[in-house]
């Protein structure tokens, strides 16, 4: 059995920095791994037309198209996890197992709609205090609470994260995952192993919507991790990167 590759898609309004501690522990186990910056990211250009979460599943199916990528292990964390659930409705077949990491599979409720939207506009209209804005309403849901009483490094370097995101991303992003479809039934149909990880303090996507997603899959596996929330792999790097090189030497060990 050949090896596949591991795919890893970044969280909101992120990039690809975000894995590197899990792309440090992969390679070194013999993995060839990929974590593009998703299109407005990075330094990458913004998709054309509408915000669409299915677009951007386009481009990154695309990218490994391009690079003859056919066979992977798909892993996404909040955002991440959206656009891998749109490309695992779109080409199952090239996907040999996923990760769902801090993120959920049940499309915004009106009240999450309408915060969204009302971010966008704030950015756009006030674009030079976006890394403001940011911090103010996203910087204490995305970390747990133990990660803020104890760990000042990383909530600095988060904060500097917040502050780099360019405005006409965060719009563009808020406006897609506002209008997301579910994917509950998208996991449903799954026949491959899955791994859920999520952070114990997440209060963005909480325990409930990982048993939501567990419920629903065929070969569901999952992973808590203590002393974290949101950005569970930013908050314990250890742990985080331990449990997906376990999952997948787990499901590839004749690889």
């Known amino acids: ?30 993995w060839q791994v990929h974590v593009p910056n998703l299109p407005g990211s990075g330094g990458t250009e913004l998709l054309l037309g ?3 979460i299915d677009s951007v599943a386009d481009a990154i199916l695309a990218d490994l198209d391009h690079r003859g ?13 959206y656009v891998a659930m749109a490309m695992l409705r779109k080409r199952p077949e090239i996907f040999a197992a996923a990760i769902c990491c801090d993120t959920k599979a049940s499309a915004d409720t009106e009240l999450a709609r309408e915060n ?4 966008a ?17 996203m910087l204490t849901g995305l970390l747990g609470q ?6 000042p490094e990383v909530v600095e370097q988060v904060a500097g994260w917040l502050t780099d995101a360019d405005p006409r991303t965060v719009a563009w992003y808020q406006q897609a995952m506002a209008d997301r479809a579910g994917s509950l039934e998208v ?6 192993p899955v791994l859920v990880l999520w952070g114990a ?36 790097t250890a742990d985080t990167s331990l449990a997906i090189t376990d999952f997948v030497a787990a499901v590839f060990w004749s690889g």
Not at 69 to 81: E, H, M, N, P, T
Not at 116 to 119: A, F, N, Q, S, W
Not at 121 to 137: F, Y
Not at 146 to 151: E, F, L
């Open 146 to 151: 133990v990660t803020r009483d104890t760990r």
């Open 1 to 30: 059995m050949s090896r596949p590759t591991v795919v890893l898609l970044h969280a909101f309004p992120f990039d690809a920095r975000l894995w590197a501690p899990q792309v440090e522990v992969l390679a070194a186990a013999g």
């Open 69 to 81: 990528i056919d066979r992977a292990v798909l892993g996404g964390i909040s955002l991440g996890g």
């Open 116 to 119: 969204r939207l009302r971010m």
């Open 121 to 137: 506009k704030a950015v756009t209209d006030s674009p030079q205090e976006c890394g403001r804005i940011l911090q103010q309403s």
């Open 50 to 52: 509408a915000p669409s």
């Open 201 to 236: 303090e997440d209060t963005l996507s909480p325990e409930t919507d990982q048993m939501a997603m567990l419920q629903v899959l065929r070969r569901g596996q999952e992973v808590k991790i203590s002393g974290a929330g949101h950005l569970s792999i930013v908050e314990k």
């Open 187 to 192: 996991l449903g149909a799954l026949d491959i």
